[in-house]
């Protein structure tokens, strides 16, 4: 079970961090994810994160802006996300996928949390 938080309505410009806890399966071994689906538009990789390397992954509109981490010890996965702009508002999902290799389509993960909405005024 996966459990999004952190959304709210903020202004262009400013900063959000949005967590997601994780439950009911080894979350070390989990590779993590976060999508967003605007109104009316695809669901849409932001960013990903592995379990076995860590390593990081991104889309390019969010990339430099936004980043990815985890915490094993608690669960738990985070998007610090910077510089927020109206095209960044949209209902962000955490996932997770047993991929070492986090994909980035919505197919490669198995387990989905309920969205957590952002709007960004302009």
């Known amino acids: 079970q996966l459990q999004a938080s952190g959304g709210g309505l903020v202004q262009a410009g400013d900063s959000l961090r949005l967590s997601c806890a994780a439950s009911g399966r080894p979350f070390s071994r989990t590779s993590m994810g976060w999508f967003r689906q605007a109104p009316g538009k695809e669901r849409e990789f932001v960013a990903a994160?592995?379990?076995?390397?860590?390593?990081?992954y991104y889309s390019n509109s969010v990339k430099g802006r936004f980043t990815i981490s985890r915490d094993n010890a608690w669960n738990t996965v985070y998007l610090q996300m910077n510089s927020l702009n109206a095209d960044d508002t949209a209902v962000y999902y955490c996932?997770?996928?047993?991929?070492?290799?986090?994909?980035?389509?919505?197919?490669?993960?198995?387990?989905w949390g309920r969205g957590t909405l952002v709007t960004v005024s302009s």
């Open positions: 996932a997770g996928s047993s991929r070492a290799v986090p994909g980035v389509v919505t197919y490669h993960y198995n387990y």
């Open positions: 994160i592995s379990w076995s390397t860590g390593d990081t």
